[in-house]
């Protein structure tokens, strides 16, 4: 009886001491984040202190760099006990243009076999994974890839003055319908346009309309045939806002391809929607921008 009292107490004292190291040890626990941008462009943004504002609203997060991919951080958020951690970026091992930031911090075991992950460090991961992943957070403007599915098209240059701009621009394009419509090329109304600026005054005006019958006769001066390759690679920026200010996607897709190592394949232009009639460069529009890339 003896025997059995020790070792009740033997195991008692065991339990009560596992019990006591579970709800006091700590454990070193990692949260990852997936970045779609190289390591070294990841790391970049950290370095930008405006950013981490947008990360944490409220809450505060100061970073300390220790070497080019990890910092000392710390995150301060009301109703919270300070919480030191190390933000690291590595490369992703079996995609080296991707990256990994892991937040290595220290936990209570308890916290840690429960899958507590402090608050502000969850919302730190919430706020980072948005920033990363989604092109509006990161350029100012949605951005995907697509492909190329019209391929056949009439095509105009014109310079003109920059005052007559919008009127000009209207009358090529009814132009290059009439046309269309007189040799029956199935013009459905998908327009495109590449605006360059020779000088202060003048733009240089490349519209395009695309046809889905081929040519049947000669065409005549001044409006010519294009092409563009079926499912070629293209970005498209989603624009809403003056139409004077487009090339604000212009500036994020260019951001895009160098973050991306993409290469030019072809230049920019605008896809106008069919009911959209240009008055004025200061009118509000809603259209996208495309970029042919390797």
Do not use: C
């Not at 504002?53 to 301060?76: N, R, V």
């Not at 009439?178 to 998908?190: I, P, Q, S, W």
Request: hydrophobic content about 40%.
């Amino acid at each position: 009886m003896k025997h059995i009292t020790k070792l009740f107490l033997v195991l008692t004292l065991l339990a009560g001491g596992s019990i006591v190291w579970l709800l006091n040890s700590k454990k070193t626990n990692t949260t990852t984040i997936k970045s779609p941008l190289f390591a070294d462009k990841t790391t970049l943004e950290f370095r930008k202190t405006e950013n981490w504002l947008k990360w944490m609203g409220d809450s505060s997060l100061t970073l300390e760099e220790l070497t080019p991919y990890s910092y000392k951080a710390q995150l301060k958020s009301a109703g919270h006990q300070p919480l030191l951690f190390l933000l690291k970026v590595v490369p992703e091992t079996n995609q080296p243009n991707k990256s990994l930031i892991q937040l290595v911090y220290t936990d209570k075991r308890w916290n840690s076999l429960l899958g507590n992950t402090p608050a502000p460090l969850k919302t730190l991961a919430l706020a980072l994974d948005s920033f990363f992943n989604n092109t509006e957070s990161f350029y100012g403007i949605s951005i995907e890839r697509t492909e190329v599915t019209d391929t056949t098209f009439l095509f105009k240059s014109i310079r003109v003055p920059k005052k007559e701009l919008m009127e000009k621009l209207n009358q090529v394009y009814d132009s290059l319908a009439a046309y269309a419509a007189a040799e029956a090329l199935d013009y459905r109304g998908y327009r495109i346009l590449n605006l360059q600026q020779p000088d202060s005054s003048h733009f240089q005006l490349n519209a395009s309309i695309s046809i889905h019958r081929p040519l049947k006769n000669k065409l005549p001066q001044g409006i010519e045939f294009k092409q563009m390759p079926y499912k070629k690679n293209l970005l498209v920026a989603h624009y809403q806002g003056p139409f004077n200010n487009y090339r604000k996607a212009l500036y994020a897709l260019e951001q895009y391809k160098a973050d991306y190592g993409l290469v030019n394949m072809a230049i920019p232009y605008i896809a106008l929607p069919k009911d959209l009639l240009l008055i004025s460069d200061s009118q509000q529009v809603k259209l996208e921008v495309f970029y042919p890339y390797f």
